[in-house]
Structures are given as structure tokens and as C-alpha cells.
């Protein structure tokens, strides 16, 4: 069964560094998201992106983030300075068409330190 | 705007009782809903999902879900728990109409079912 892959499982950052976080969706898949849940909160919408652009992002999404689909394949979330307040489960997600479900990856821990 | 207020944050049953889990949701346009499972240190993986066609909706494992419009409501039951239920579930709601649509989730119901 085709499923949204995502790495690293676990990334460990220095606050002011820069990450990408990357996610593969799955392959016949054109809508592409990022949520993140900080420990013991509910699951946040930061972006989507459809057609090589955004769609839809939340204010958290501000200009410290960004996203990139450098490829047919990758999905890709970059933070350009890390704060201790992004550490969080990201989650990438994907769907065929954007009213349709969307298909969870199993996340990116991300702890800055 | 969406919103979903899932109330009970945990919720213990036995082994082979009910589970209800409550969801209300608030919606300016007609809503599509969902239901997620979430085990500890995994993803979210759809239980069931309302998208405008029957009310009932049946998922995997047993689970179901009734959306009434009246009542602002898409509470998800199984009539029997399993101790492989025990998870934290997510309602979730989106705009029934538009293209790409984010999903606004609830914040949780930890399920622990009792041997």
C-alpha cells in the first residue's frame, strides 16, 4: 500500500540553525501539506501546496519557513533560523485531490536545543 | 473558519464496552469531516471520513461515525473496545467546497480501554 515517507524520523538542532525536513507523498498524489504538533497539543496546519505553489498557509507559516518541491518526488519543509518554540512533530501529508483524505507521514521530531 | 471542539480529553471504557467519543464542529460552509488515530510515536492514520454522501459513516476497525447537521456533531462509537483501540483520536474538520483545504483538528481524546 503506498504510503507518505518522511526523514529524518529525528533531527537535533542547534537553535539559529537551519533544517530541512523532507517527506516523499505519495507518487500519484498533487496535494502537498505541513502540520506540526508540539508535545501535548493538537495537530496545527502550517502550509499547503498545489501546482508548484502554495495554496494556503497559517500564521504560523511565517518567513522563517518555506517549501520546496525540488523534484517529482521530494516534499521538502525548511526553517531558516530555529527557535526553541519549533520544537515539534512535523507532519507531512499528501492527497490525490484536495477535498479527498490526506494521508499522514509518521513525522519529524524536531528538539532545538 | 472551521473549528472542532472534542470533548473529554481522555476517555477510559472496559474491554468490550462502548466507546463514544464526542466531536462538535463549527463550519461557515457545508463541512467535510474525519476521523484519525494517532498510537504512540506514530502518525495519523484515517478511521473514517465524512464527505456529504450517507450520514453513517463506517471505517476500519470496527469504528463508525453519525454527522448530524442539526446538532453540529460527528461523534465516533464501536460497539465493543479492543485493547489495540487504546490510541488518541483526532476529529477533524475542512470546507466541503475549494481546492487544496487544510484540515483543522480537535485537540484529542486519549482513549485507554481497561482489561
Known amino acids: 500500500e503506498p504510503e507518505v515517507t518522511q526523514t529524518p524520523s529525528h533531527q537535533v538542532t542547534q537553535m539559529g540553525q537551519e533544517v530541512i525536513l523532507r517527506c516523499v507523498p505519495i507518487?500519484?498524489?498533487?496535494?502537498f501539506y505541513w502540520y506540526r504538533q508540539i508535545l501535548g497539543q493538537k495537530v496545527e496546519f502550517l502550509v499547503s501546496f498545489y501546482n508548484n505553489e502554495i495554496s494556503e498557509k497559517s500564521e504560523i507559516f511565517d518567513d522563517q519557513f518555506s517549501v520546496e518541491r525540488p523534484d517529482g518526488s521530494n516534499f521538502t519543509l525548511k526553517i531558516r533560523s530555529t527557535k526553541l518554540e519549533d520544537s515539534a512533530m512535523y507532519f507531512c501529508?499528501?492527497?490525490?485531490?484536495?477535498?479527498?483524505?490526506?494521508?499522514f507521514g509518521p513525522g519529524t521530531r524536531l528538539t532545538v536545543l | 473558519a472551521q473549528s472542532v471542539t472534542q470533548l473529554g480529553s481522555h476517555v477510559s471504557v472496559s474491554e468490550g464496552a462502548l466507546v463514544l467519543l464526542r466531536c462538535n464542529y463549527s463550519?461557515?460552509?457545508?463541512?467535510?469531516l474525519f476521523w484519525y488515530v494517532q498510537y504512540p510515536n506514530q502518525g495519523l492514520q484515517l478511521l473514517l471520513k465524512y464527505t456529504s454522501a450517507a450520514t453513517l459513516v463506517k471505517g476500519i476497525n470496527g469504528f463508525e461515525a453519525e454527522f448530524k447537521k442539526s446538532e453540529t456533531s460527528f461523534h465516533l462509537t464501536k460497539p465493543s473496545a479492543h485493547m489495540s483501540d487504546a490510541a488518541e483520536y483526532f476529529c477533524a474538520v475542512t470546507p466541503g467546497s475549494g481546492s487544496a483545504r487544510q484540515l483543522t483538528f480537535g485537540s484529542g481524546t486519549q482513549l485507554t480501554v481497561l482489561p
Open positions: 463550519s461557515s460552509v457545508p463541512p467535510y
Open positions: 507518487s500519484n498524489h498533487l496535494y
Open positions: 501529508a499528501s492527497s490525490d485531490r484536495g477535498y479527498n483524505e490526506q494521508f
